[in-house]
Structure formats: C-alpha cells, structure tokens
C-alpha cells in the first residue's frame, strides 16, 4: 500500500472514531442524498411524482424522530372555525368553518389537541394543535414558489379570521406556526438553465410578500420563516440595520456547514438545511429550546465563506413592516 493510500485510510479511520455536533448534523441531513439517488438509479426520473413522495416521507420521519412525544408529524388540512349568520352568542359549535388547502407536512400537538379527523398519517386538525406547516417540492420552479406562498397567505388569512373569532369569544387563541418550504433540488431547463438560485428565490419570497398580504402585519401574524434548497441555501427572514435603520426582509445565507480544520482553516462541510429546518420547527413547538445543541455550526457568522448568493432583499423598515408589540390593534 501506497504512502497516500495509508494516510488516506489514516484520515477516514480518525474520522470514524470521534465527531461533533456539525459532523453529527451534516451526516443527518446527507443521509437523504445517499437514499434519493439510490432510488434515481433505479427509476431513472421516469415517475418524479412517486420519487417526490418519497422525499417528503424521508422528511417527514426526519423531523418525527426528532420530536417531543406530545407532538407528531401529518398530511392534510386544518379546520378553521369563523363568524357566520349562523353564530349566535358564544356557541362556538354553531359557527361556520372554513378549509386550509392541502398542506404537505404539518407537525402538530396530539398530547394535548387531538385531530377532528385521522386515517393513518392523514389528518384534519384544529389550528389550535397546529405548530408548523412545511411545504415540499422535489424540483424547484418559479410556479413551485409562487404556489407555496399563496398556500401559505391562504393559510394566514384563514388564521387571521379565526384569531378574531377565538378573541370576541375569549377563547384560548391559536399559535402563530412556523412556515416553510424545502425544495429538494432546483429543475434544470433542456438548456441547462436553472429555474431558481438564492438571489432570484429570495427576490420573488419578497415581491411575493408584499402582494398577497398587507404591511404592516399585526404582531403574531404568520409569513414565510424561509424556505431551503437542499444542500446550497437558505432564505431566511431576518432583520438587520442600514445605517440607522432597522430593516425587515430575506437573507440569503450558505446551506451548508462550516467547519475548522487543522490550522483553524474554514471548510464547508455537509447540509445545513434539514438540520436548520428542524431548529426552525423546534423554536415553533413552544417547548423547551437549547439554541446551543439546535445551531451547531461551527461559524455563525455569514461573512465566512459566504454563499454566491448572499444578500438581503428588504420588504421594508421594521416598523412598517410589523406592527409594534404596543399597538392595541387585534389581528
């Protein structure tokens, strides 16, 4: 054996032997690459719809392993109570209703509210039990966005009106749930164009936005939390300052983690977004939260190896995009 090939065996024998918390969350979020191309080898792409399935049930058991007991991960709608002629009083069962479209992923708290309706994985839920509705798509396209977010608005304006209800009634009100979409990969053109990249996706979150809701949105109102492109970015809501200016908007960041190696030298080193999606579901689940074991980076600042992508697309100042926590406006 070579002297290359002995320090080659060397360096993955140390490496199978220790590990950290990245290295953990890259290899639990590459494990998806590893299952999915085993399934192209075979079908070849000659039915993506049952390959798009299937990527949504890696997903799916991905963010369920990782749950408290209390909470679970379906398929299907949520039920929104809403005034109607028919309300009368506090009579919450005389109300009408209206129906979410259909969501991909939900996760949901069944300890406490249990489903209106369950068949297996298939549910119809109270917006009550509802922490977090994940949309996914296998090749992402401009029309894949735009239907995500206008699922999402539907979503939000459902909610809205039952908030309303719930408060003239004085009932217990409804979480606000985290939004997500996760696209598995970016579809390429016969001409070898892609449909999206981190600049474009996160321009057309913000455009988006501001045409299907109105701004400022009242404290608590739920929009896009950020959307992943499996193993290149994410576009997240953030906030920051331009001069003396607190902004709101989306930020393009790297999708992958960093790591230090020998040196202190900065290497990019295996998928951040499952692992940032499911902090991102876990801060929603208002149950306790460790940021320290969640974001396992080993570099939280952006500015390091930067993705080609990254930027910030503002919607607008902070307070015209959000409502004060003061205001006694209701949603």
Same mark, same amino acid.
């Given at each position: ?26 290899? *639990?979020?590459? +494990? &998806? #690459? ?9 079908? /070849?792409?000659?039915? =993506? ?98 239907? *995500?977010?206008? +699922? &999402? #608005? ?9 908030? /309303?209800?719930?408060? =003239? ?163």
């Amino acid at each position: 054996m070579s002297k290359k090939a002995k320090r080659s065996r060397r360096a993955n024998y140390e490496a199978a032997r220790g590990g950290d918390l990245t290295s953990y969350a890259a290899m *639990a979020g590459d +494990s &998806f #690459a590893g299952k999915i191309n085993l399934l192209n080898q075979l079908l /070849r792409g000659v039915h =993506e719809p049952s390959i798009g399935r299937y990527k949504e049930r890696l997903l799916a058991s991905a963010i369920a392993e990782s749950l408290p007991k209390r909470f679970e991960v379906g398929t299907g709608f949520v039920l929104f109570p809403k005034p109607s002629r028919r309300s009368k009083g506090d009579t919450l069962s005389a109300a009408d209703h209206e129906v979410s479209q259909q969501l991909d992923l939900i996760v949901f708290d069944s300890g406490n509210i249990p489903p209106v309706f369950r068949d297996g994985d298939f549910v119809v839920l109270r917006p009550e039990s509802v922490r977090a509705i994940i949309e996914v798509k296998a090749f992402l396209k401009r029309k894949d966005v735009q239907d *995500a977010l206008e +699922s &999402f #608005a539907d979503y939000s304006h459902k909610w809205a009106v039952c908030q /309303r209800f719930y408060q =003239e009634r004085r009932q217990v009100s409804a979480p606000t749930p985290g939004m997500f979409l996760m696209a598995w990969d970016v579809y390429v053109d016969p001409s070898n164009r892609p449909a999206t990249d981190g600049t474009r996706l996160r321009k057309q979150i913000v455009r988006n936005v501001k045409r299907l809701y109105t701004l400022p949105l009242p404290q608590g109102y739920p929009v896009l939390d950020a959307a992943y492109i499996y193993n290149d970015c994410i576009v997240s809501a953030m906030g920051w300052f331009e001069g003396d200016e607190l902004m709101d908007g989306y930020a393009t960041e790297r999708g992958q983690f960093v790591r230090y190696g020998k040196g202190r030298r900065p290497a990019l080193a295996g998928d951040q977004t499952v692992a940032a999606l499911i902090a991102g579901v876990h801060w929603h689940l208002r149950h306790y939260f460790n940021p320290i074991l969640a974001y396992v980076d080993q570099e939280r600042r952006v500015d390091v190896l930067p993705h080609e992508h990254a930027g910030q697309t503002p919607l607008g100042r902070a307070q015209d995009v959000r409502e004060p926590v003061s205001s006694e406006k209701k949603i």
